[in-house]
């Protein structure tokens, strides 16, 4: 069965950094992705990468401080979270399609993590 496993969580302070990592199996995977949901908010799409060139995209509001990368021998992918903010501060989802990007903008990804908290205090 499909699985996304995700770990890395913690509780830091403000300007330091933490690595989420997101162990896949059961198939192989177009794009996975990291988003995120804050207390009282909607999730949040923040960064992608593709499962053959490595491309990756991110908001505005994590670029140059985030970096989502993959280890295909492990088929995991992870997020490098540098110069960490309170407003960070959220809980951590890693999500995955075997399809394509305009299916993934049609009808979003097909699997999800459980989640990881991050909390950056201040």
């Known amino acids: 069965q499909v699985q996304l496993v995700e770990s890395g969580g913690g509780l830091v302070q403000a300007g330091d950094s933490l690595r989420l990592s997101c162990a896949a199996s059961?198939?192989?995977?177009?794009?996975m992705a990291w988003f995120r949901q804050a207390p009282g908010k909607e999730r949040e799409f923040i960064a992608r990468?593709?499962?053959?060139?490595?491309?990756?995209l991110y908001v505005d509001s994590v670029k140059g401080r985030f970096t989502i990368s993959r280890d295909n021998a492990k088929n995991t992918v992870y997020l490098q979270m540098n110069s960490l903010k309170p407003d960070d501060t959220a809980v951590y989802y890693c999500?995955?399609?075997?399809?394509?990007?305009?299916?993934?903008?049609?009808?979003?990804?097909?699997?999800w993590g459980q989640g990881t908290q991050v909390t950056v205090s201040s």
């Open positions: 999500a995955a399609t075997p399809y394509s990007l305009d299916r993934v903008l049609r009808d979003g990804y097909s699997y």
């Open positions: 059961g198939r192989t995977f177009s794009f």
């Open positions: 990468i593709s499962g053959s060139a490595g491309s990756a």
